[in-house]
C-alpha cells in the first residue's frame, strides 16, 4: 500500500507540472509546490487515485473471495 500511495503522489506531482507547463514554458520548484489545483482537478485526482487503489486491490480481493 505504502508503494500504491508513493505513484498516487508522483502521479498527482507530474499533473501539476503538466498544468504549469501547459501554461508556460518553464516552471520553477517553488511554482510546483505553489499550485493549487481547482475544484475540478482535485476531483480528477480523487477519481484517479480510487482506480488505482481497485487495480491494486482486486487481486488481493480475489484472492481472499476464493
Do not use: G
Not at 501554461?23 to 480510487?50: G, H
Request: no cysteine; net charge negative.
Amino acid at each position: 500500500m505504502t508503494l500504491t500511495q508513493e505513484i498516487s503522489v508522483l502521479r498527482d506531482r507530474l499533473d501539476t507540472i503538466e498544468h504549469l507547463l501547459a501554461e508556460k514554458e518553464t516552471v520553477s520548484l517553488e511554482d510546483i509546490d505553489a499550485f493549487e489545483p481547482n475544484d475540478d482537478l482535485v476531483e480528477l485526482r480523487k477519481e484517479r487515485r480510487q482506480l488505482l487503489l481497485k487495480r491494486v486491490l482486486l487481486p488481493i480481493q480475489k484472492d481472499l473471495e476464493k
